[in-house]
């Protein structure tokens, strides 16, 4: 008996049987739909429901809302790192050059947050509201949905480095937004898909002012129109819409605007500039419906990023800081 707990048929068992655990292990650590299905059945209409208001309040919030995803997800996975406060011992990613003054909506996150946890208290993670409110923000103002998601972890901690370093900026041309979304996971044409968010909202002077004073390949009375708003100097945070034509209807006016060389950023106008990605911006502008479905399945990959799940990270309390 002793020499047959040690057959090899025996240990194949065993190492299967390990196998099959270790599998079993990592498939209760994934991402689920359902997630709080029992556990906070009222979580996903609460979320939308605040999301809502905040958004009939001020339409620009909608794009807010989504950003702060995008900026979350693109510095170490979608962990809610982008809402802890500096503290003594951590410098955050609130003070990053893409963030400062210029991200915001963590009031409504810090609102939505609240309902939730009176509703159930330690369960829902902040990095999950800001992935169903980007979701949410973009249903509001008349875009595309898609299934989030659920049961990520928030961080315990921040890193303004990589938010400085992660963060594609203003600035990028081609080749550059090219590789900063090929070093997520995402291929060129979902890079275009995903710009395609800046159909919604509005971006400082300080971001586009050498592209309407300095370039040439803008529409000479569109970069007219936005020196009236934006002068050469001062004027940081003046606003203008990323989309001239409609900053609160998610469409894809944004694709045509790059046609007739109206983007807002310098990095917008790049995806359609002679180069590799023209004919993905012409596809989109004929294309609304072709544009809207590569958005959302974008935003469902982009929501996937690095999640901290299982026994990782923490569900905060508080958003603004570790419990």
Known sequence: M?????????????????VLFLLMNMTTAQLSSTFYSTTCPKALATIKSAVNSAVSNEARMGASLLRLHFH????????????LDDTANMTGEKTAVPNSNSVRGFEVIDTIKSQVESLCPGVVSCAD?????????????????WTVLLGRRDSTTASLS?????IPAPTLNLSGLITAFSNKGFTAKEMVALSGSHTIGQARCTTFRTRIYNETNIDSTF??????????????????PLDTTSSTSFDNAYFKNLQGQKGLLHSDQQLFSGGSTDSQVNAYSSNLGSFTTDFANA??????????TGTSGQIRTNCRKTN
């Open 162 to 166: 990589a938010a400085n370093s992660n």
């Open 223 to 240: 970069a007219t129109s936005l020196r009236a708003n934006c002068p050469s100097t001062g004027g940081d945070n003046s606003l203008s």
């Open 299 to 308: 935003m469902a990959k982009m929501g996937n990023l690095s999640p901290l």
């Open 2 to 18: 002793a020499s047959e707990t040690c057959s090899p048929s025996n240990k194949l068992r065993f190492l299967l049987g390990m």
């Open 129 to 145: 509201i800001v992935a169903v409110a980007a979701r949410d923000s973009v249903v509001a103002l008349g875009g595309p949905s």
């Open 72 to 83: 979350d997800c693109f510095v170490n996975g979608c962990d809610g790192s982008i809402l």
